[in-house]
């Protein structure tokens, strides 16, 4: 069993910043791949960031330049630093993990921009 748990979410004025946390219960570069996903209300999850084990970044168009996905070398968390925050940044932030055909869920910490 893998637990991830976010945290660092809040309330923020838009051009603002945030840095959310994911703590994993195992070394985070056992994993294929972890990444940030985004859920806003009535819209469809949707990736943010990922990064692979071998250190490839990925970014969603809407992120790029303003987000950034990162790990730290003891192996037990990844962060997703958060500039120029948008009202449209708006939704739950959930942490993924995937490792060999198993996919890991955190439950979300709320990111809220405000104008």
């Known amino acids: 069993q893998v637990l991830l748990v976010e945290s660092g979410g809040g309330l923020v004025q838009a051009g603002g910043s945030l840095r959310l946390s994911c703590a994993a219960s195992?070394?985070?570069?056992?994993?294929?791949?972890m990444g940030w996903y985004r859920q806003a209300p009535g819209n469809q999850r949707e990736l943010v960031a990922a990064?692979?084990?071998?250190?490839?970044?990925n970014y969603s168009d809407s992120v790029k330049g303003r987000f950034t996905i990162s790990r730290d070398n003891a192996g037990k968390t990844v962060y997703l630093q958060m500039n120029s925050l948008k009202p449209e940044d708006t939704a739950v932030y959930y942490c993924n993990a995937v490792m060999t055909g198993r996919e890991y869920w955190g439950q979300g910490t709320q990111v809220t921009v405000s104008l």
């Open positions: 195992r070394n985070i570069y056992a994993f294929n791949v």
């Open positions: 990064i692979r084990s071998g250190g490839i970044l």
